[in-house]
């Protein structure tokens, strides 16, 4: 069974950057997408950005667009998330996930990693 490791979580002052990464276990893997999705507490969780795992093609949520970028390594199958310029509202517990059926990247996830934390101080 496939499982999903974060790691690259921690603590940023505001304006910094973080890289999130999201190691796939299977030898063989090949989903439809793989995203990235954000919980602060008390809220519920959301879209992050996307990507389709063969032509790459990405979604990225309007709130993170142009400061976030979402990547993967086909051969280390490893998604990433390199965020930037990060403020105090970014700070969550990230996962990620993968989708095995086609659709909307935004939705219909079906294997979740276990989080990981971004803290954002002012």
């Known amino acids: 069974q496939v499982q999903l490791v974060e790691s690259g979580g921690g603590l940023v002052q505001a304006g910094g950057s973080l890289r999130l990464s999201c190691a796939a276990s299977?030898?063989?893997?090949?989903?439809?997408?793989m995203g990235w999705f954000r919980q602060a507490p008390g809220l519920e969780r959301e879209f992050v950005a996307a990507?389709?795992?063969?032509?790459?093609?990405?979604s990225h949520a309007d709130s993170v667009k142009d400061r976030f970028t979402i990547s993967r390594d086909n051969a280390k199958n490893t998604l990433y998330l390199q965020m930037d310029s990060l403020k105090p509202e970014d700070t969550a517990v990230y996962y990620c996930?993968?989708?095995?059926?086609?659709?909307?990247?935004?939705?219909?996830?079906?294997?979740w990693g276990q989080g990981a934390q971004v803290t954002v101080s002012s």
């Open positions: 990507i389709r795992w063969s032509s790459g093609i990405t």
């Open positions: 996930a993968t989708k095995v059926r086609s659709g909307d990247l935004r939705a219909d996830y079906d294997l």
């Open positions: 299977a030898r063989a893997f090949s989903p439809y997408a």
